[in-house]
């Protein structure tokens, strides 16, 4: 799809980092936790449009498009 769809910042001891690489594991679990204060998430909406931002420190922001581009 060509756009990143989450990313974080954070700090993990040596023998996590390779967890991350499990399929089973999903990255969320590492940065949805109240300790890890740079967190931000982005939805799309349907078009592939990027709907909303959730962020820790700065909250929601909605973003809305006309129709007429």
């Known amino acids: ?3 990143k ?3 974080y910042a954070t700090t993990l001891p ?7 690489q499990n399929p089973l594991i ?8 109240a ?3 740079v967190h931000r ?4 909406d349907p078009a592939g449009e990027l ?3 959730l ?6 922001t909605q973003y809305e498009y006309e129709a007429n581009g």
Do not use: C, F
Request: proline share 5%; net charge positive; hydrophobic share 20%.
């Open 26 to 33: 999903k990255p969320e679990r590492y940065v949805e936790h």
């Open 55 to 60: 962020d820790k420190l700065r909250g929601e």
């Open 5 to 7: 769809a989450w990313q």
């Open 35 to 37: 300790y890890n204060p």
């Open 41 to 44: 998430r982005y939805e799309y």
């Open 1 to 3: 799809m060509g756009r």
């Open 51 to 53: 709907s909303r931002t």
């Open 14 to 20: 040596a023998e996590k980092l390779s967890q991350i």
